[in-house]
Nanobody, 125 residues
Framework: QLHIMESGGGSVQPGGSLRLSCAVSGSDLHYSAIGWSRQAPGKEREAVSCISSDDGSSDYADSVKGRFTISRDNAKTTVYLQMNTLKPEDTGIYYC??????????????????WGQGTQVTVSS
């Protein structure tokens, strides 16, 4: 049974940094793309970044490009999202998504097998 655990959220001031982690157990991630999405209050969930399982290629939404970096450990059981130069508009709940296939579609997980429970990120002065 697949289990997803996100961590690393918190409150920071604008310009600060956070690193989110998505730890997955109970399944072989070697064949799953992993992505991050976020949902701000009153808004729809939006994709932020995705990393493919085959070649480790990644992509980002324009709103975070150059500030966020997605990576995964060698065992491919944990995916990270390093978030730098955070802005108030980055505030929201961040969700990890495990895909059904190995590849991303740009910065999106094309078909999500399972979502994590989410971790709150608040950027405010």
């Amino acid at each position: 049974q697949l289990h997803i655990m996100e961590s690393g959220g918190g409150s920071v001031q604008p310009g600060g940094s956070l690193r989110l982690s998505c730890a997955v157990s109970g399944s072989d991630l070697h064949y799953s793309a992993i992505g991050w999405s976020r949902q701000a209050p009153g808004k729809e969930r939006e994709a932020v970044s995705c990393i493919s399982s085959d070649d480790g290629s990644s992509d980002y939404a324009d709103s975070v490009k150059g500030r966020f970096t997605i990576s995964r450990d060698n065992a491919k059981t944990t995916v990270y999202l390093q978030m730098n130069t955070l802005k108030p508009e980055d505030t929201g709940i961040y969700y990890c998504a495990v895909g059904t296939d190995y590849a991303c579609s740009g910065y999106v997980v094309p078909q999500v097998y399972r979502w994590g429970q989410g971790t709150q990120v608040t950027v405010s002065s």
